[in-house]
């Protein structure tokens, strides 16, 4: 069964809580404000739920709390220009908590310098992302589409989404969100 909260309920933070304890579903995908929502008004959680957190950065305080009170946590991240997530990591300990993961498969990601060059594992730059689901840029704003969706000169004839996010990679192939440029 799907519930489908309407917006009116995500709005009113007592009445969320009173949806979730009723229902106890098994899987929720939120943005990490709302999911801070419901532990603000005291929401105990669900042992048997698998909880994806994306669209915003999951504060290393927030994880903690959602690992304690969920059965599986996903972090999740994929700006809108790229229409679907990018990355999922399975969030296992407080570790995992800054890691947005590993690229999926259909996501080119590069983490680069100020000169558009690649940079080694550790290094912080900025996340650019490609790939067959990145957007042909803003609706009626081509300064600001020429701006971030610039060609990905590493790989020709495609384009790339300069993200703003500073980022870098770990050694197992994850990356780990820093912040904003």
């Known amino acids: 069964t799907i519930l489908i909260a309407s917006p009116e309920t995500t709005r009113e933070p007592y009445h969320f809580k009173e949806l979730m304890n009723k229902y106890r579903p098994t899987f929720m995908d939120a943005a990490p404000s709302l999911w801070q929502t419901l532990i603000d008004v005291g929401w105990n959680g669900n042992q048997e739920m698998t909880a994806i957190s994306g669209g915003e950065v999951l504060s290393f305080a927030l994880g903690r709390e959602l690992l304690q009170k969920t059965k599986v946590l996903w972090n999740a991240y994929g700006p809108t220009e790229v229409t679907v997530g990018c990355t999922m990591k ?51 704003l081509p300064e600001l589409t020429k701006e971030r ?20 990679w770990l050694e197992n192939g994850d990356i780990r969100f820093i912040g904003r440029k």
């Not at 690229?103 to 558009?116: C, E, G, S, T, Y």
């Not at 594992?121 to 840029?137: P, Y």
Request: contains cysteine; hydrophobic residues 35%; proline residues 6%.
């Open 149 to 168: 969706f610039v060609a990905n000169p590493y790989k020709p004839s495609s384009k790339m989404y300069k993200t703003g996010d500073v980022v870098r």
């Open 90 to 140: 399975l969030i296992e300990d407080e570790e995992d908590i800054l890691s947005i993961g590993k690229p999926l498969k259909h996501a080119d990601m590069f983490v680069l310098d100020k000169n558009n060059h690649l940079v080694p594992v550790g290094i912080d730059g900025e996340l650019c992302v490609g790939g067959n689901t990145l957007s042909n840029g803003y609706l009626n």
